[in-house]
């Protein structure tokens, strides 16, 4: 199994900044890629930024340029630090890993932490 649990997130003005963290526990599980979705009301979940086990990143285009991913694949830990955030980045913010054991691919979740900015 994998167990994902974040920590950060809050209220924040516009134009602030804040991060959110994740650390992964894996039994029998190899983490292969994580990263961060968000979830505003009314709205489906999206992808916001993902790390890849070799190191490569990729952002919704709605954040490039204000949210930086960063990871330890050691430590099974993933970073998110939001700048200039925006009322629009409202969202719960729910880690995510990707998972594989025995040739097979799974996605993990993490309970989400709610992140508030306001106008």
């Known amino acids: 199994q994998v167990q994902l649990v974040e920590s950060g997130g809050g209220l924040v003005e516009a134009g602030g900044s804040l991060s959110v963290s994740c650390a992964a526990s894996?039994?029998?599980?190899?983490?292969?890629?994580m990263g961060w979705y968000r979830q505003a009301p009314g709205k489906q979940r999206e992808a916001v930024a993902v790390?890849?086990?070799?190191?490569?990143?990729n952002y919704a285009d709605s954040v490039k340029g204000r949210f930086t991913i960063s990871g330890d694949n050691a430590k099974k830990t993933v970073n998110l630090q939001m700048n200039s955030l925006k009322p629009e980045d409202t969202a719960v913010y729910y880690c995510?890993?990707?998972?594989?054991?025995?040739?097979?691919?799974?996605?993990?979740w993490g309970q989400g932490t709610q992140v508030t900015v306001s106008s």
């Open positions: 995510y890993a990707r998972a594989t054991r025995w040739g097979s691919s799974r996605d993990f």
């Open positions: 894996a039994i029998s599980f190899r983490i292969n890629d």
């Open positions: 790390i890849t086990g070799g190191g490569s990143t």
